[in-house]
């Protein structure tokens, strides 16, 4: 069975080399430079190896290309595109649309089509079926289903094959051939009751990471007011074995997901008349921490940054990945600039952000430490000036939240 996955990206490379093992899979991406990274055995992903990318591309289970033409005769098709948020901070559905035109276009047998990519319920019902339906002349009668994904990357205890997988399709028909698509290589797979609430569990997984991330950092604030360590006191209610659940301190969220998805909901909910205040609270709050994590640095500063030279130290938007979307350092090293600071910044996984490039981890007056790679060492980090905040309660030693 031949199966299309439109965008390479992190959710849809994975799937791609998931799917290999049981599926002849095209990986379809309007990137030409990732295409011809891909096919020469090259990912761009953690947690797809070359080797894997390799094994699929020399049994012929795996190719990458940008033709629409060539995924006109598969049979599933899975899209994995980008949901941003647009300039003015709304859902962004262009490339879920393009992908839709590209299946419209070229897909002419009914096939069944999976959305993973997150978006507001409604999505597959209201938006994806009548996109393709347009752009096919309503000649084609496909199969719909959504099936969110989860993946989180760089963990590696839960991956595609025992993280439970949510799934609903538009018609009985389509769920169970959703069923037996991902039943070749997920362990866990959840049917809930249709794809709407699916759509929703997904952003409402992510709000709840977002809102508590919100309620820690607004708790890091009133800690520090009120001269108590924030770290000793997540610990101490920590040792309630129910009821609570530790989240902790940091410069914001960062990444495709956290926050993004949740601006999702709240605009879906907004158009239905249904308030949602702390959502929109919930995203501020993140926001505003790189602006208070600058104050703090400037308030142990004698106020001022001006001339100082700085180093933020991880620009990633978390640990031990090379994703830079929606990094907290973005406004970090924006408001330290605002106050007059030089600043460079150290991530030798990033390497490369921004027409920037990675600086030494030495030679400071100021380092705030945004994201912490394990690849970097505590006493390096201490040594690279005479004054350290960090963000991450990963420094001991160091000024911090
Ligand atoms: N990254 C994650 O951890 C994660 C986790 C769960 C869900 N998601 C969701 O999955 C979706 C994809 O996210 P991602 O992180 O994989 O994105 P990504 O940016 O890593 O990859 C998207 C890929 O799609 C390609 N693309 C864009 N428009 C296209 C089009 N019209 N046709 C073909 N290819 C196209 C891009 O070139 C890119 O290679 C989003 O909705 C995201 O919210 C992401």
Redesign the pocket.
């Known amino acids: 069975m031949k199966v299309a996955v439109?965008?390479?990206?992190?959710?849809?490379l994975t799937i791609a080399a998931f799917a290999g093992e049981s599926f002849e899979v095209i990986g379809?991406?309007?990137?030409q430079d990732?295409v011809n990274q891909l096919n020469r055995g090259i990912s761009h992903?953690e947690g797809v190896p070359n080797s894997l990318l390799t094994t699929r591309i020399k049994a012929e289970s795996y190719f990458a290309t940008t033709k629409g033409s060539d995924i006109g005769n598969c049979e599933i098709i899975v899209i994995?595109?980008?949901?941003p948020l647009s300039k003015d901070r709304n859902p962004d559905l262009t490339?879920i649309e393009?992908?839709c035109k590209?299946i419209g276009e070229n897909v002419k047998n009914p096939v069944l089509v999976i959305n993973?990519?997150?978006?507001f319920p409604g999505t597959l019902r209201n938006i994806i079926k009548p996109t393709i339906e347009k752009y096919s002349s309503g000649q084609v009668e496909h199969l719909y289903a959504i099936s969110?994904?989860?993946?989180?990357?760089g963990r590696t205890d839960f991956n595609q094959k025992n993280t439970p997988r949510l799934f609903a399709g538009l018609t009985h028909e389509a769920s169970e051939k959703t069923r037996g698509f991902y039943s070749k290589f997920c362990d866990n797979l959840v049917e809930v009751s249709s794809p709407e609430v699916a759509e929703a569990a997904?952003l409402f997984e992510n709000t709840f990471r977002q809102v508590n991330i919100a309620l820690v950092n607004e708790f890091a604030q009133i800690a520090h007011s009120l001269g108590i360590s924030v770290y000793e006191t997540l610990d101490a209610a920590n040792t309630k074995p129910y009821g609570f659940m530790k989240f902790t301190p940091s410069a914001g969220v960062g990444?495709?997901?956290i926050p993004?998805?949740p601006t999702y909901l709240a605009a879906v909910a907004e158009e239905h008349g249904a308030p949602a205040t702390f959502i929109r609270r919930a995203n501020e709050v993140n926001l505003e921490m790189s602006k208070y994590i600058v104050n703090r640095v400037a308030a142990d500063n004698g106020g001022v940054l001006q001339g100082k030279s700085v180093l933020v130290v991880g620009v990633a938007y978390k640990p031990d990945v090379v994703?830079v979307r929606e990094t907290a350092a973005d406004l970090v090293i924006k408001y330290l600039r605002d106050q007059g600071a030089a600043v460079s910044w150290h991530d030798d996984i990033v390497g490369k952000w921004r027409g920037e490039t990675s600086a030494s981890l030495s030679g400071a007056d100021i380092t705030v430490v945004v994201t912490k790679h394990s690849s970097v060492g505590v006493k390096e980090i201490l040594a690279s000036a005479p004054y350290v905040f960090d963000a991450t309660g990963q420094v001991p030693g160091a000024k911090g939240l």
């Open positions: 439109i965008g390479q990206g992190y959710v849809g379809f991406d309007s990137n990732v992903i994995a595109v980008p949901t490339f393009a992908a590209t993973e990519s997150t978006s969110p994904e989860r993946v989180d990357p997904k990444g495709h997901c993004v998805d994703d």
